[in-house]
């Protein structure tokens, strides 16, 4: 049997199927994944340079400037076939999307996420006090730096809703996800689909999955950090393996 049929089995027979995504499964739809080269204007920036407090105390509008333009290309594209795989899977089973995508791909094809591990690029607030901001208007093409806005009530800096390097996921987001996994037994299935699984906490819920009981599944064109934990392995891309998988 192939490892693509006995993940699929697995899901097919499953009473519950939690899915935890990274970068590789919004490739297909054209973002980059994080630790792919940055091409254009960015090329030259390293993201884990510019995703820190330390960057945005250091230099807010460089800063403001690239997740604009990461704000401008994540409404510009679509979700693939795969996104609208796991939003189908769950008008049969109960399934539970976890993500450390800042996009909303996954909303988009149909899904409910339960939890945004690393926030949204279409959620901002205001650096000092929390409350929500607009999101900014799309960028007509990219610009190396972007003073931010201010917030209205108490004239903070407004910056994105997402989670950077050296900063705690959300609380109820991490708490979500830990006990969605910590609730899988023997007949349900874990996906961890397009991760590479070196970002912590984020990292360490295949392996709690896996000790509820779970079968756990990557898929991914290559290994990755958690291949060890994973019990399956489907070698391929997102949009090409869910719907196979699923369907
Ligand atoms: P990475 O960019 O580290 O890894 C992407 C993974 O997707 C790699 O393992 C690729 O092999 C795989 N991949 C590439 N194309 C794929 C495809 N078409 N289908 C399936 N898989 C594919 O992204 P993440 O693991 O998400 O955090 O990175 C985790 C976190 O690191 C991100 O959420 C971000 C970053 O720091 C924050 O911003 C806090």
């Given at each position: 049997?192939t490892?693509?049929?006995?993940?699929?089995?697995?899901v097919?027979?499953a009473?519950?199927?939690?899915v935890?995504?990274?970068?590789?499964?919004?490739?297909e739809?054209?973002?980059?994944?994080?630790?792919d080269?940055q091409?254009?204007l960015?090329?030259?920036f390293?993201?884990?340079?510019?995703?820190?407090?330390a960057?945005?105390?250091?230099?807010?509008?460089?800063?403001?400037?690239?997740?604009?333009?990461?704000?401008?290309?994540v409404?510009?594209?679509?979700?693939h076939?795969?996104h609208?795989?796991l939003?189908?899977?769950?008008?049969?089973?109960p399934?539970?999307?976890?993500?450390?995508?800042?996009d909303?791909?996954h909303e988009?094809a149909?899904?409910?996420?339960?939890?945004?591990?690393?926030?949204?690029?279409l959620?901002?607030?205001?650096?000092t006090?929390?409350r929500p901001?607009?999101?900014p208007?799309p960028?007509?093409?990219?610009?190396?730096?972007?003073?931010p806005?201010?917030?209205?009530a108490?004239?903070?800096?407004?910056?994105?809703?997402?989670?950077?390097?050296?900063?705690?996921?959300?609380?109820d987001a991490?708490?979500?996800?830990r006990?969605?996994v910590?609730g899988?037994?023997?007949?349900?299935?874990?996906?961890?689909?397009?991760?590479?699984g070196?970002?912590?906490p984020?990292?360490?819920l295949?392996?709690?999955?896996?000790?509820?009981?779970?079968?756990?599944?990557?898929?991914?064109?290559v290994?990755?950090?958690?291949?060890e934990?994973?019990h399956v392995h489907?070698?391929?891309?997102?949009?090409?393996?869910?719907?196979e998988?699923?369907?």
């Amino acid at each position: 049997m192939t490892e693509l049929a006995r993940a699929a089995g697995a899901v097919r027979d499953a009473r519950r199927v939690v899915v935890l995504t990274g970068a590789g499964m919004s490739a297909e739809s054209g973002v980059p994944t994080f630790r792919d080269a940055q091409t254009g204007l960015w090329s030259t920036f390293d993201p884990e340079r510019l995703a820190t407090p330390a960057a945005w105390r250091a230099d807010r509008a460089t800063v403001f400037a690239w997740y604009c333009w990461r704000s401008t290309l994540v409404r510009t594209v679509e979700p693939h076939a795969g996104h609208v795989a796991l939003a189908r899977l769950a008008e049969r089973v109960p399934v539970d999307v976890v993500t450390q995508n800042v996009d909303d791909l996954h909303e988009r094809a149909g899904s409910q996420v339960l939890a945004h591990l690393h926030g949204s690029l279409l959620a901002y607030r205001c650096d000092t006090c929390g409350r929500p901001a607009p999101v900014p208007a799309p960028l007509a093409e990219p610009v190396p730096r972007l003073e931010p806005p201010r917030c209205a009530a108490d004239d903070g800096w407004v910056r994105p809703g997402v989670v950077w390097f050296d900063e705690p996921l959300p609380a109820d987001a991490w708490r979500a996800a830990r006990d969605a996994v910590e609730g899988l037994t023997r007949q349900d299935v874990l996906l961890v689909v397009g991760t590479s699984g070196v970002v912590q906490p984020a990292a360490s819920l295949p392996l709690l999955g896996r000790a509820a009981g779970a079968l756990v599944v990557e898929v991914n064109p290559v290994g990755s950090e958690l291949s060890e934990v994973c019990h399956v392995h489907v070698r391929a891309g997102a949009a090409e393996a869910l719907p196979e998988l699923v369907g």
